[in-house]
């Protein structure tokens, strides 16, 4: 525990930069500390570098790009692999593990040892991995590397020590799976097929043994050929050669037919009696033309073959459509007797598994139900009801329903709002599925001891806000809200609705939420803000809209000088939706220049809203001139004040919400008055006026000065299905202020908004600067909704790329065509003080800027509930101005002793109940004021602000800079939040390098630096979000979320909150198969792979052909994976049952001996007694 003691008595002014710990006294603005202020501040930290570790805890979602499906049929688990080397592993609710091969290779093919904890992938790589699962987090316990052959099938029979791989070449060999070392017993290509075949028969697409013999293994190549060979004899017994290629192949349980899949659309059915030719060849979907041809179909990529006792057998494959029906869905045909079923599919079939109760394939299977592994979801469908309900998913496999285009987590909110949203969601939930028990609820997960209520909410493209619950690990929609109810559907032929279909003009740009209050805002792509209200109750309302003008005059960037007293105030009747102004006749632009209008039109009618979340306000921005608003970078709101701050490039907006009123509308500049920090130069009148249609919406839509070289940035990284390497490259080393990628300027501090050039319509690009719809926003689905932008916009001019905190900052600046248009970055309300005379804390909004620059604005609300909905809020003049290193990101405020001081708000309140006489409704206002803790030290309280470069912390009111830290000097801060963590609070930190730090509060000092990502893309930019609890989350692809904990806490319970894989469970007997079956059909039991397989009947394989790597899955996986006390637990568990295990072996071994010394003892008496009397020669 350390204390921090700092004398402030007698400062003087002096830079505000300066190193960690370094007392850089003084206020920013350069002026001397005039205001009276506590003699000393002690804040006892007690936050240490131990109290961090950084390590991932679970991850939610759909797994991205599946490529591989299996299915354990005793443990009842099942595992999706991926393009990327993910491995997913699914059991009942709660159990759910992702494990990573390192290489990154994709997975082919996934095979359970059935009932042994323990699962074998294929990877693109041509390595099989051995994976331990009975451990929570699995680990690879062996690796086979093939050198000289591609891996393109792997069978592994019930029960058995070795697994048969085949091959690209078309050999098969044998894998031991307990040592993972390859058999000298080897199937070569050329010995299965006949000598006079000349052509090579392809690659093994199907291994698998006999259910009437293991000892006969049924070899199928790609081109066709079918061969079952005899392990023990090493030959054939038959070959089948079909013209068409094979795709899979199915046993009938009895052993004496099988089924294949063709690429022709084909299903043929061959008895083992007569293999010259199938004795049934159908095509399902395939029709007889009039000319009595068959239709062409498409192939079947897999059939499987279940038999039922008490109904004829199921038939399920996919694929198999005629070609002539264009736009057809994907299908599953199931094929029940007579009746064939085809179910279609939103997106393309990548794998399916029929789950059977049995583990023995030589059993009457009996399917109960069908697993599909879909491109983009995953279904499982009802077999043993005749309509084939599919069962509803337990797990959140809809995250990315519509692309992800903003997260929000809180982790401490109110415990009564989990239940609230759940049952209002209920409500609106689907119906139709089946009323069986999911069928994957393998094992174990119960809730753990430190469990709190989490709330993550997910924007999407779409315009819908999803709200879970994230309690205990686990995630589970709650509500579902879509702000696009609000808006009128634009109507055909109006505004170039055809291109509509193709945009997401209602898109989530991002959220604000107070869990307490209730109160919901929403930023909309299209410069649009929706206010909500909570209710209980369904109520009949008329939304309110306010049209915003704001949008910076040319002149305020041209000469900031001339108009910077001259605010542009609203019109104060501005409360309704403003007509559009008709369009003008204008040379330049086809269409006319939009002028006063906004990107969406709001329903002016009264409504019929459901209980939940009830639209009260809209607010949106407004063309002017012909070019669209900018979109929304920062907003704040604060139930208890009644008030919402909004601010984009141009400028600042405040808004009553209780009145419906606007209370300031003002560009950065104005905002400033006479306490400008910066030397803005007025530029030449012969200059143009600027074109702010080149940066017509913030985004990583950083757009060129020259129109010619305008790029529409994309969300693509977020929200389109397919990941492009190149795209999320970042030169982490460069400054973020000069960074382009791919014409991507890919630094919160440097958004193209250069004054002084020219608009010069260059080819068709001049033209469609400008010719946008009423109701479209300038983005297009394709390039649709997620990675909007990592941080804010800012100035950047295309000739001058060096570092804009410097190029801002120095005295030198006197080219004309350097501009600093500044944008509004964060908001934060607040009680502080607005001034440093000021001897109580008022209400203030601090406004943070790309330049650094800190605004404090106080505000005077009437506090009589009856004078606050009638007399205005008075805000005051721009008071404090503090500065920092680049783009200011966050806010915090701390009382003197190091505690958070929490924003005031008001108790929620229904505003649909029922009125009660007695008891009139009152706003209940929760005021967390500074004041509070004047006993302790007197008046004031300490400011956090965090930029893109440095932190740093004032004491208010004087406004000293007490500690300062520079983050980074090689990268910039995405984001940064003041979290409580280990019951205390600090600063974390995540940096575009992909560095997780963590700094103690006040002091600033560091307490963890962890390269957690090595790449950070834009995705994980936008989305990467901190809560209290040592918590955060971030879309790891466009289908999932993946959470991490910085805290040491979270690391050591880590195993005891996630769900055990494995469950002991007593393998199923095999049914007694009968006299004559056994006699008739085959004694496969006295089949010994070990005596054929093994070193010594077989040799050891060419040590060229593959190479053993052993794995950390044992103990020493465990103790990487666990550390601290949890994981001692847990190795000495293991270590006990390891060892009871290995006394009951030999308690078992000493009876036995035991039993053996008795029965020798008896039979030795019983000879002596015969033999006692006998004389010698009688023997």
Not at 388 to 410: G, K, L, R
Not at 534 to 560: G, H, M, W
Request: aromatic residues 8%; glycine residues 8%; neutral net charge.
């Amino acid at each position: 525990m350390k204390k921090f003691r700092k004398v402030l008595d007698g400062l003087t002014t002096s830079s505000p930069g300066g190193t960690i710990g370094s007392p850089s006294s003084g206020s920013a603005a350069g002026t001397p500390t005039s205001a009276p202020t506590p003699k000393e501040i002690d804040v006892q930290e007690t936050l240490v570098s131990e109290n961090f570790q950084l390590c991932k805890t679970v991850r939610h979602g759909f797994p991205y790009q599946p490529t591989a499906l299996a299915f354990d049929p005793v443990q009842k688990i099942l595992a999706i692999g991926t393009r990327t080397g993910g491995v997913r592993i699914l059991g009942r609710p709660g159990v759910d593990c992702y494990c990573q091969h390192e290489t990154g290779a994709a997975v082919l093919q996934l095979v359970f040892l059935i009932n042994e904890g323990a699962l074998v992938t294929a990877c693109a790589d041509d390595t099989l991995h051995l994976w331990n699962l009975r451990q929570r987090r699995p680990a690879i316990l062996h690796s086979l590397k093939f050198n000289r052959e591609r891996v393109t099938f792997c069978h592994l029979p019930f029960q058995s020590k070795w697994l048969y791989v085949g091959t690209e070449r078309g050999n098969t060999h044998m894998v031991n799976i307990e040592s993972f070392v390859l058999s000298g017993y080897v199937i070569m290509w050329n010995k299965a097929i006949e000598l006079a075949t000349k052509t090579h028969p392809g690659p093994v697409v199907h291994l698998s043994d006999s259910p009437k013999d293991e000892g006969k293994l049924l070899i199928g190549f790609e081109s066709g050929t079918v061969v079952q060979w005899d392990l023990r004899c090493k030959k054939a017994d038959f070959r089948i050669y079909y013209d068409e290629a094979i795709h899979s192949v199915s046993w009938h349980h009895e052993g004496k037919q099988f089924m294949c899949s063709h690429s022709d659309g084909s299903l043929t059915m061959w008895n083992l009696r007569n293999t010259t030719k199938p004795f049934q060849v159908t095509f399902p979907h395939g029709k007889i033309q009039r000319d009595g041809r068959k239709e062409s179909c498409k192939p079947i990529l897999k059939v499987e073959y279940k038999t039922s006792k008490s109904s004829e057998p199921f038939i399920v494959f996919s694929g198999g459509l005629s070609y002539d029906k264009a736009g057809r869905r994907p299908t599953l045909t199931i094929m029940h007797g007579k009746a064939i079923t085809v179910l279609e599919m939103d997106y393309p079939i990548v794998e399916f598994m029929v789950l059977c109760d049995t583990p023995y394939n030589n059993e009457v299977q009996e399917p109960s139900a069908v697993v599909v592994l879909l491109e983009k979801d995953l279904i499982v469908v009802d077999l043993t009801q005749s309509n084939f309900p599919v069962f509803e998913n337990p797990y959140p496999m809809d995250v990315h329903e519509s692309p992800v285009t903003c997260t929000a987590y809180f982790a401490d909110c109110p415990p009564d709002i989990i239940p609230i949203l759940y049952s209002i969601g209920a409500k609106h939930k689907k119906t139709g599925y089946s009323q069986k028990e999911w069928p994957i609820s393998g094992g174990l997960w119960t809730l753990g001891s430190n469990t709190y209520p989490e709330i993550i909410l997910t924007g999407h493209a779409d315009g819908s806000i999803k709200f879970w619950d994230a309690s205990a690990i686990t995630l589970q929609m709650l509500y579902k809200l879509k702000t696009s109810k609000v808006f009128e559907k634009p109507k055909p032929g109006e505004g170039r609705a055809a291109d509509l279909v193709e945009e997401d003009p209602f898109a989530v740009q991002m959220v604000s939420w107070c869990p307490q209050s209730r109160i919901f805002c929403v930023v909309g792509i299209s410069a649009h803000i929706i206010l909500y209200r909570f209710s209980k109750y369904e109520a009949n309302t008329q939304i309110v809209c306010l049209d915003i003008r704001l949008q910076c005059e040319s002149d305020d960037v041209i000469t900031p000088s001339e108009n910077e007293n001259n605010p542009c105030f609203p019109e104060p009747g501005s409360h309704s939706p403003q007509a559009p102004h008709p369009a003008s006749p204008s040379s330049g632009t086809p269409e006319g220049v939009k002028d006063s209008i906004p990107c969406l039109k709001v329903k002016d009618r009264v409504v019929r809203v459901p209980p939940g979340y009830q639209a009260e306000l809209v607010i949106q921005l407004l063309w002017v001139d012909g070019e669209p608003p900018q979109q929304i970078s920062t907003l704040d709101i604060n139930s208890a004040y009644g008030l919402l701050a909004f601010g984009n490039c141009n400028g600042l907006a405040i808004v009553d919400y209780l009145q419906k009123t606007i209370l300031l509308c003002m560009s950065t500049l104005d905002l400033y008055g006479a306490s400008d920090p910066y030397q803005r130069l007025t530029r030449s009148p012969r200059r143009n006026r600027q074109s702010t249609s080149d940066f017509s919406m913030r985004g990583l839509s950083n757009f060129y000065s020259d129109s010619k070289k305008r790029i529409r940035t994309s969300y693509q990284s977020l929200t389109e299905l397919s990941d492009n390497q190149q795209s999320i490259d970042m030169e982490r080393s460069k400054s973020p202020t000069s960074d382009h990628v791919n014409g991507h300027c890919t630094s919160p501090t440097s958004q193209p908004c250069s004054a002084g050039k020219p608009r010069v319509p260059m080819g068709p690009e001049g033209p469609r600067l400008t010719r946008r719809g009423p109701g479209r926003p300038p983005f297009r689905k394709a390039q649709s909704a997620a990675c909007m932008e990592i941080s804010l916009p800012v100035s950047h001019t295309e000739g001058s790329r060096e570092n804009s905190f410097s190029r801002s900052r120095s005295s030198s600046v006197s080219s004309i065509d350097r501009d600093t248009k500044e944008a509004i970055t964060t908001l934060q309300f607040g009680e502080s003080y607005g001034r440093k005379s000021d001897a109580l804390p008022t209400p203030c909004l601090w406004v943070g800027t790309s330049l650094g620059v800190v605004v404090l604005i106080p505000m005077s609300l009437p506090t009589d509930q009856e004078e606050r909905m009638e007399e205005a809020v008075t805000i005051g003049p721009c008071g404090t101005v503090l500065m920092l290193k680049g783009s200011v990101l966050r806010f915090g405020f701390l009382d003197c002793m190091g505690a958070v001081i929490q924003s005031p708000y008001e108790a929620w309140r229904d505003p649909n109940a029922p009125e009660d006489p007695d008891r009139p409704r009152r706003r209940k206002l929760v005021n967390f004021s500074p004041s509070s803790s004047q006993d302790a030290c007197g008046d004031g309280h300490l400011a956090v602000v965090c930029s893109e470069r440095q932190a740093k912390v004032f004491l208010m009111p004087s406004q000293s800079c007490l500690f300062v830290h520079n983050i980074t000097e090689s990268s910039f801060v995405l984001r940064a939040d003041v979290v409580s963590a280990c019951n205390s609070v600090c600063l974390a930190c995540f940096c575009a390098n992909g560095h997780v730090m963590t700094l103690s509060l006040p002091s600033l000092r560091p307490l963890m630096d962890v390269n957690y990502l090595p790449l950070t893309d834009m995705r994980i930019a936008r989305t990467f979000c901190f809560t209290n609890g040592g918590q955060a989350l971030y879309l790891s692809s466009p289908t999932e979320i993946q959470r991490i904990t910085y805290s040491q806490e979270i690391c050591d319970n880590l195993q005891e909150m996630l769900g055990e894989l494995f469950t002991p469970i007593e393998t199923p007997e095999a049914q007694n198969r009968g006299f004559l079956k056994g006699f008739f059909g085959g004694n496969a039991n006295t089949f010994d792979r070990e005596e054929l397989f093994g070193e010594a009947a077989s040799g050891k394989a060419s040590r060229s052909l593959a190479q053993h790597i052993p794995g950390q899955g044992g103990m020493e996986g465990m103790k990487a994976a666990a550390g601290g006390v949890v994981g001692d637990l847990a190795r000495a568990r293991i270590a006990l049952d390891e060892r009871g295990q290995r006394l009951g072996e030999l308690e078992d071994r000493t009876a036995l001996m035991m039993s053996s010394a008795e029965g020798f003892s008896k039979h030795a008496h019983e000879l002596m007694l015969k033999c006692k009397d006998k004389k010698w020669y009688q023997f």
